[in-house]
């Protein structure tokens, strides 16, 4: 019989997430029935989407169980099979607990080799990059010349989404909370420009200065007041590529929306959401196109690893105040 050290939903948050949403527990995991395997799990990755889904709000995915373990991107080792697709050893990729082991059906799992760094398959290699690529290429749609704006620049999709426009020739203009961030954004990931919103206070004057000619296409990932002085500098036939809104994510009350909407008709403008996994179907053109940049280095990537599993609930809420630096992922074994 093996225990497992698992990190359980205690609470509900009302605003900010707090330690107290969270417990660590040691349970016992029942004996594989027929086509369970056991996967001790390797990386886990953190991610904004979790912060909904720790509410009861109706979403495109469940909300998480209070008292249940909460669910993450992993990757595993098999330590133990009664499921003829996998044999002890095999790493795999998919939606783990968070915790050391996990016993799973194997639906969803997918098997990965260990020719790159196991995190890099939650990264740059994975959902968020797949996330930037899938709302650049299809909604975006960046050409030379044009100016496009990313928010969150240097997170885990805002770091791939930028560096995808700059490679199609565009100009590219980024926006992260810290110094630092603005400083890898310009000198290694190539933007043209990154301001740091939490300093930025007048986000108009700023786009302003720096995006002289309007936007033609945001790669939207933080939403609120920042996307409200995006939204009022977009060009006629702009495209906003809305991937998320993690400032709004702990709202209390909803923010109200732009002004001026008769502007989405005035300058034909095309504003999609997305939810990544819709496009699973074009995980294999991703790869094809992404992969090739990475061995040159034309295509960069920062990754925060937190040692230890007992550290994700802290790691998490910085995640929320913009602490990770590029994906953030916890090292479990
Ligand atoms: N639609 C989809 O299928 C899909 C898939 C993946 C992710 N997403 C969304 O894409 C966005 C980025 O996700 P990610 O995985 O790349 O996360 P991430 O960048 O690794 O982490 C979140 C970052 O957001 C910034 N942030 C946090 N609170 C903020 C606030 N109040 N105002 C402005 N920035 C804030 C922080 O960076 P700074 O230091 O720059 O503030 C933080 O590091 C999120 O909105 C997420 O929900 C959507």
Known sequence: MTDAIQIVLAKRPEGDVTADCFREETVALPALTDGQ???????????????????????????????????????????????????????????????????????????????????????????????????????????AGETVFVSAATGAVGQVAGQLARLAGAKVVGCAGDEDKCVWAVREAGYDACFNHRTERDYGAVLDKLCPQGIDADFENVGGRLFHAVFERMTNFGRIAFC??????????????????????????????????????????????????????????????????????????????????????????
């Open 244 to 333: 998320g809104a993690i400032s709004e994510y702990q709202d209390t009350t909803p923010l109200a929306g732009p002004e001026k909407m008769f502007g989405i008709v005035q300058k034909r403008l095309t504003i999609q959401g997305f939810i990544v996994s819709d496009h699973v179907a074009l995980m294999g053109d991703f790869i094809n196109d992404v992969a090739p940049l990475l061995p040159s280095g034309k295509l960069k990537s920062r990754e925060t690893v937190v040692d230890g599993l007992a550290k994700a609930p802290q790691a998490f809420m910085g995640l929320l105040k913009g602490e990770n630096f590029g994906k953030l992922v916890v090292k479990i074994s």
């Open 37 to 143: 395997l056991l996967i001790r799990s390797r990386f886990l990755s953190l991610d904004p989407y979790m912060r909904p889904r720790m509410t009861e709000m109706r979403s495109y995915t469940p909300p998480f169980a209070l008292g249940q373990p909460l669910t993450g991107g992993s990757v595993g080792e098999v330590v133990d099979s009664r499921n003829p697709k996998f044999v002890k050893g095999d790493l795999v990729i998919g939606m783990l607990n968070w915790a050391s082991h996990t016993v799973h059906d194997g639906k969803g799992l997918r098997k990965v080799d260990a020719g790159v760094p196991l995190s890099a398959y939650l990264g740059v290699l994975g959902m968020p990059s797949f996330t930037a690529w899938y709302g650049m290429k299809h909604i975006c749609k960046p050409k």
